[in-house]
């Protein structure tokens, strides 16, 4: 069997070489159009990148000087602070060096007040001592002031002791008389023989002597069989009640 074929005439050849032309230019300005739509997207998405690492940048920049600026003003603040507590603290110190100054004057004044009217009134009692115990029948011939002892085991002291032959009256003195010193001076009244053995075998009596008494101390004192001595401006005198009988304490 024989093949035939059919040459193309020039007119289809060119033809042909047209159409192949066209298609190539359609798709060459396809490939074009695409080209320029990818360049356009590829800008649009660089523009985007580059206004979103601005306005990240611009973020950045205002976080940082925000927390700089909070920085600052915490610092200020702390600052501020402790100022106020170098200031609070100079002030205590001031407070505290006038407090130490004030309480210095007044135990001074305190010490000496008590150490004149200590006097005053040991002196007023000792005395008027003998003629208001006498009144009570009780003749006292002497007088001993501030008997002491100091640096035993057994520390004592007794402001007036008055004696004669065979009676002794022990004094407590204070400016102000209060329970507590009573109870103490009781304590100390039951040991006085012991402490003071020249007076053994003698008759003893307790009093106190008080230029103001708190607490009634005055009536107690009188309840525990003490001589009780009120020391005015210029004198003393035995307030006990008229049946008052005192107790012995040898």
Known sequence: MTTTSTVPTPDEIWKILREVSTSQKETAAFQ???????????EEIRAFQKEDSRKT?????EFRASQEEGSRKASREIEEIRALHREIAEEQKEIAASQKKTDQQLKKTEALFNSQWGRLMESLVEGDLLAILQ??????????????????????????????????????VKTTLRVKDVK??????RKFTTRMPIFNQKTIYGAVAWLKADEESQVYAEKQGLFVIRATGSSASIVNQ?????QVFS
């Not at 074009?32 to 590829?42: G, I, N, W, Y």
């Open 32 to 42: 074009k159009e695409d080209s320029q739509k990818a360049s356009r997207e590829m």
């Open 57 to 61: 940048s611009r973020a950045i920049k």
């Open 135 to 172: 009144q009570k029948g009780i003749n006292v011939l002497q007088t001993y002031k501030n008997v002491e002892q100091r640096g035993s085991e057994d520390d004592f002291e007794y402001d007036i002791i008055a004696a004669n032959g065979e009676e002794v009256v022990v004094v407590e």
């Open 184 to 189: 103490d001076f009781l304590i100390s009244l």
């Open 242 to 246: 008229e049946n008052f009988k005192p």
